[in-house]
């Protein structure tokens, strides 16, 4: 269930473990201060709207199989997981920022960044699979880009996972399984899958320690179909089939689906070791080593029958008295990856004059390929040609020095964060021939090697400033000297090309103020500047398939975004109320779009500019109207629109892709007794469009972008003090929709947990 940190009256209350209060996170003036010695990525003032969630209300009221299920009824949040384990589209948005731009939002674990920012896009999600719902202790969303502490990237959302770190001996472990019965066009199948987890920590004197196991084993529903347009006759049509799927696509003309594409079957293995150590009572060094290893195998299943009943995936086919050729219609996949993350953190929390922390991370994509093939005469599911992509090399690393200045003497009137912050990534896209058995055989000729550096270097100053009895202002910049280089090109059939180096430098002011209206009513607005740095992928990134080249552009310009917000928050005493107007005005925004005057040609390119505008209501309370009642909910109205883009001027005025214009969730838990209690919850959102143009008409089609209202349901019983059972339904009504995939139908998941 979203929370805040806590209400300003809680402040006098305890946590549930016992924990007295000046120990927790408290709100003053609608400023989130954090007091806890905790590890968090989150500065000591937040200046702005922050929801947040603990590992109780994760475990009562959320049918968690991933970790980012526990921002599942966050405000104005959607990640677009699209089945249980999805490792590689599980895309965050927030207000302004649809599912498209993944590098508009950050996510971090302990301090440690997990968004990924080599790419944007669909296929640059966050490393969620590096932190697991078990080793959860807290989740913390901040909105906007309205602290100098993050880079531009924090425009839309900041994430922040605190994971667990024992005080004395404990032990966890948990298994689960979940099913779905899958109906669409001519599929109709069981997907189903296990997951197991187990958790050792332990406190001994000055040493702490934890480790985290957790295998899945889960199979998708198919994400992608073959399909052929009506009107796209050809080929000799000497095979008359039955099967296919006469429907809208999602332009709203007439195609075939032929049958499905990229049915994943994937094994995930994680683990996590956590060592922290007490240099004295204020000083902490903590070390995380995290292990994430991925295998997947996509597969096709062809609806079309020949008249022996056989199915066909490629060649000369008749449908419906009309000739058509299906060759590379179907495709496989199979990927192997074996990622690891290292995070090392030296930190003080005295609470006094001073305080600082160094730390730096790394993230290694140690093992990451993908062998591909296209169904045809020379290629099948046993072999035949193909590709291999190799990104070996890849990967990113961080480096920060932060510091805490208290000025004393001033009663408290000041509290400056200030810092240094390195991120550096690096790139590598190789992709190679296979004329053999694409299964087995090793990388053969070059079809592309594509790939780059960039780095980004800030400086940053916050001053939270109560300068009245009732005032409180935050003011802060951030100074980001930005640099690409190394980038590079090697296509099949092309002349090598090697790019100039660019280094640039930009300033981004921010700034908040809050005032205390009255004992329960609190006024805060907040303005900040941010800038979203191309990434490797976009400058340097270039493929192609059967249909569509994507070319890339070295010289694209950062995207510029300045966002404002109003807010005001009333305790009601039960609960706590907030109203936010915000309003965000970006320029260069970057975006892939077709080449103008090309039909087959793509790039990421700058859109001049985007507005929103919009309303956020949000509401969190216990007890509300019955003891054992708790509920949240909130409702967005965003009017996102493509102000000025010249490329493609039939934009103009258009929504903003995959950002709905209402949007909404709510999520209720009674406590029926200290054994069971029970949550529904509800996901809603409006109408929403993929394309520049908003073209794309029909939501409920493959490619398309869909409403949905979503009910879950979860119910959850202790069997003992050390056991507890659970039972989940996530889609209770059995819904159809899309975000260009479909997404899951009826999900029945059931578990069971036993701490020692």
Do not use: C
Not at 196 to 206: E, M, T, V, W
Not at 415 to 434: A, H, M, P, T, W
């Amino acid at each position: 269930m979203a929370f805040p940190l806590a209400w300003p009256a809680m402040a006098q209350t305890r946590a549930q473990d016992g924990t007295a209060a000046s120990d927790m996170p408290v709100k003053s003036l609608g400023v989130v201060t954090i007091n806890s010695g905790q590890p968090t990525s989150l500065p000591t003032q937040i200046p702005t709207t922050i929801e947040g969630v603990t590992r109780e209300q994760i475990e009562e009221t959320v049918n968690a199989t991933d970790s980012e299920d526990a921002i599942k009824y966050f405000p104005s949040l959607l990640v677009r997981k699209r089945y249980i384990g999805d490792y590689n589209h599980a895309v965050l948005s927030s207000r302004a920022s649809g599912t498209g731009n993944s590098a508009r939002s950050a996510v971090y674990a302990d301090g440690i960044l997990l968004s990924n920012y080599l790419g944007n896009g669909a296929t640059y999600a966050p490393r969620w699979g590096l932190v697991t719902p078990e080793e959860i202790d807290r989740v913390d969303v901040m909105y906007g880009p309205f602290s100098a502490a993050y880079p531009g990237n924090s425009v839309g959302a900041v994430v922040d996972y605190v994971t667990r770190m024992p005080t004395r001996f404990e032990g966890h472990a948990k298994v689960s399984a979940f099913t779905q019965n899958f109906s669409l066009y001519n599929t109709s199948e069981t997907y189903s899958g296990n997951q197991a987890s187990a958790s050792l920590g332990s406190r001994h004197g000055d040493w702490s320690w934890w480790v985290n196991l957790n295998h899945t084993d889960s199979a998708g529903q198919p994400l992608v179909f073959a399909t052929k347009l009506v009107t796209a006759t050809g080929g000799a049509g000497t095979t008359p089939v039955t099967g296919a799927v006469l429907t809208p696509n999602n332009y709203g003309v007439n195609n075939y689906i032929l049958g499905t594409n990229t049915q994943y079957h994937t094994v995930q293995d994680h683990a996590k070791i956590k060592l922290a150590y007490d240099l004295s009572p204020t000083l902490r060094a903590s070390y995380t080593l995290g292990y994430w290893a991925n295998t997947s195998d996509g597969n096709p299943q062809s609806y079309l029958r020949d008249a022996a009943g056989n199915p066909v995936y490629y060649g000369n086919v008749k449908i419906n008295g009309q000739n058509y050729n299906i060759n590379g219609a179907f495709n496989a996949s199979r990927e192997s990856l074996a990622h690891v993350m290292h995070g090392l953190s030296v930190k003080s929390h005295t609470q006094g004059e001073w305080d600082w922390e160094l730390a730096a991370s790394l993230y290694d994509y140690g093992r990451d390929q993908q062998r591909a093939t296209t169904l045809s005469t020379t290629s099948s599911l046993s072999g035949g040609a193909g590709t291999i992509t190799d990104q070996n090399g890849t990967g990113w690393n961080t480096l920060a020095a932060k510091g805490t200045w208290r000025p004393q003497g001033m009663a408290g009137a000041h509290i400056v964060d200030f810092g240094f912050q390195q991120e550096s990534y690096q790139l590598r896209i190789l992709k190679s021939n296979i004329a053999g058995n694409w299964l087995t055989d090793g990388a053969g000729t070059l079809n592309s090697d594509v790939g780059g550096k960039t780095q980004l270097q800030s400086v940053y100053g916050q001053d939270t400033w109560r300068f009245a009895p009732r005032w409180k202002t935050v003011l802060g910049a951030r100074v980001e000297n930005w640099r690409a280089s190394g980038g590079y090109t090697r296509l099949s059939g092309s002349t090598p090309v090697d790019y100039d180096s660019r280094n640039e430098t930009f300033v981004s002011p921010k700034a908040a103020l809050a005032y205390q209206w009255s004992s329960h009513t609190v006024l805060k607005g907040s303005v900040g500047r941010a800038v979203r740095m191309p990434t490797v992928q976009e400058l340097y990134g270039a493929t192609s398939n059967a249909n569509l080249s994507f070319v890339n552009d070295p010289n694209l310009r950062p995207e510029q975004s300045v966002t404002t917000e109003l807010s005001l928050e009333r305790d009601l005493g039960h609960g706590l109320l907030r109203f936010t107007v915000f309003n965000e005005d970006v320029t260069d925004s970057l975006y892939s779009q077709l080449i103008p005057g090309s039909t087959t040609t793509s790039r990421v390119q700058n859109v001049d500019a985007i507005n929103t505008k919009g309303v956020e209501v949000a509401y969190q309370g216990n007890d509300v109207l019955v003891k054992g009642l708790d509920f949240s909910g909130s409702i967005t109205y965003a009017d996102s629109r493509i102000i000025s883009n010249p490329a493609l001027p039939a934009s103009i005025g258009k929504y903003q892709p995959r950002v709905p214009v209402w949007r909404a969730t709510a999520l209720a838990s009674y406590r029926f007794d200290e054994q069971l209690s029970a949550s529904l919850g509800v996901r809603y959102s409006g109408d929403q469009y993929s394309q520049l143009d908003n073209s794309d008409v029909n939501g409920f089609a493959y490619m398309g972008a869909s409403r949905y209202l979503i009910v879950d349901l979860r119910t959850r019983y202790r069997i003992s003090r050390k056991a507890v059972a659970a039972f989940g339904i996530d889609n209770l009504t059995n819904e159809e929709y899309w975000n260009f995939h479909p997404y899951p139908k009826r999900t029945y998941v059931a578990e069971l947990k036993y701490d020692f």
